[in-house]
């Protein structure tokens, strides 16, 4: 098993960026498949972006393609969140999740690991 710790969530105006970690303490983060999901006040736990073990297989909500960027660096046993172009509906708390599954995936039932979140506001 892992266990994983995110950081970096902090008030932001809109327009503007932020840089989300996942800093994982187990010995085999390198074989997991990794993703991001987020939960707004009141709404579901929906899915972010996931990124594969080799980091060559990414995948995107439509709601934030083209504006986050999803990455991990398995010697560190850390993985990002590149936030670019925030904006309010963003505002959540964001969660990173690990799966044993080989391909990517993006209902949150398959992934067995998460860490406790880290708050992202973003004000208008």
């Known amino acids: 098993q892992v266990q994983l710790v995110e950081s970096g969530g902090d008030l932001v105006q809109a327009g503007g960026s932020l840089r989300l970690s996942c800093a994982a303490s187990?010995?085999?983060?390198?074989?997991?498949?990794a993703a991001w999901f987020r939960q707004a006040p009141g709404k579901e736990r929906e899915f972010v972006a996931a990124i594969s073990w080799n980091g060559r297989n990414l995948h995107y909500a439509d709601s934030v393609k083209g504006r986050f960027t999803i990455s991990r660096d398995n010697a560190k046993n850390t993985m990002y969140l590149q936030m670019n172009s925030l904006k309010p509906e963003d505002t959540a708390v964001y969660y990173c999740?690990?799966?044993?599954?080989?391909?990517?995936?993006?209902?949150?039932?398959?992934?067995?690991?998460w860490g406790q979140g880290t708050q992202v506001t973003v004000s208008a």
């Open positions: 999740a690990a799966s044993r599954r080989s391909t990517v995936v993006s209902a949150s039932s398959n992934y067995n690991y």
């Open positions: 187990g010995r085999t983060f390198s074989n997991y498949v």
